[in-house]
């Protein structure tokens, strides 16, 4: 079965931090640009980074500019999303998906299902 399983969210406190991680099960992420998604409340999802295939090429949305940052292991078939400096904004699920062309993936893909998430909550 090919999926993304995401993972890695929970409560934080407002200017911390969180790692977040998107496993490839069945596909290779390596192959793949990896876009990560947040959906919050009552508001449509939204691309928040995405990282090309070969990682030369990155896209943060402007509200997280700044404080997150993308980065893949591929020994480990892992997309992370190092977040830094939370704000209570920042309170969504969190998706990842694989896109086969870097320019699409900031676009949330309006094929196919969506995986878990992983819920991220920034609150005192």
């Known amino acids: 079965q090919v999926r993304l399983v995401e993972s890695g969210g929970g409560l934080v406190q407002p200017g911390g931090s969180l790692r977040l991680s998107c496993a490839g099960s069945?596909?290779?992420?390596?192959?793949?640009?990896i876009g990560w998604f947040r959906q919050a409340p009552g508001k449509e999802r939204e691309g928040v980074s995405c990282?090309?295939?070969?990682?030369?090429?990155?896209y943060y949305g402007d509200s997280v500019k700044g404080r997150f940052a993308i980065s893949r292991d591929n020994t480990k078939n892992t997309v992370y999303l190092q977040m830094n400096s939370l704000k209570p904004e920042d309170t969504a699920v969190y998706y990842c998906?694989?896109?086969?062309?870097?320019?699409?993936?900031?676009?949330?893909?309006?094929?196919?299902?969506w995986g878990q998430g992983t819920q991220v909550t920034v609150s005192a």
């Open positions: 069945g596909l290779a992420l390596v192959n793949y640009a």
């Open positions: 990282i090309s295939r070969n990682n030369e090429n990155t």
């Open positions: 998906r694989a896109y086969a062309l870097f320019r699409l993936c900031r676009f949330p893909d309006t094929t196919g299902s």
